[in-house]
């Protein structure tokens, strides 16, 4: 079991800038992927951004070139720098990951993000 706990959400500006946060209770060094989704209210949940264990990166095509997945290793932490946000980009994002390829997704609690003036 992993707990993932997500942080840095909250309220900006359009063309403003949020770093979110996601805390793993296990080591992520070895971990197959983790990753941002996002739901928008009455949106089904989409996939954001994905980091493998080898550090590749993959994005839905409407945030590329504004948003960056990172991971620190030592930190077991990932991060999602959103920049140039949009209203769009208002939802609630959840952090996952998984194990193993074959392993069941572990999920945060989510935190929202509001792009409003």
């Known amino acids: 079991q992993v707990q993932l706990v997500e942080s840095g959400g909250g309220l900006v500006q359009p063309g403003g800038s949020l770093r979110l946060s996601c805390a793993a209770s296990?080591?992520?060094?070895?971990?197959?992927?983790m990753g941002w989704y996002r739901q928008a209210p009455g949106k089904q949940r989409e996939l954001v951004a994905t980091?493998?264990?080898?550090?590749?990166?993959n994005y839905v095509n409407s945030v590329k070139d504004r948003f960056t997945i990172s991971r620190d290793v030592a930190k077991n932490t990932v991060y999602l720098q959103m920049n140039s946000l949009k209203p769009e980009d208002t939802a609630v994002y959840y952090c996952?990951?998984?194990?193993?390829?074959?392993?069941?997704?572990?999920w945060g609690q989510g935190t929202q993000v509001t792009v409003s003036s």
């Open positions: 980091i493998t264990r080898y550090d590749t990166t």
């Open positions: 996952t990951c998984r194990t193993y390829s074959w392993s069941p997704n572990y």
């Open positions: 296990a080591s992520i060094s070895s971990m197959y992927v």
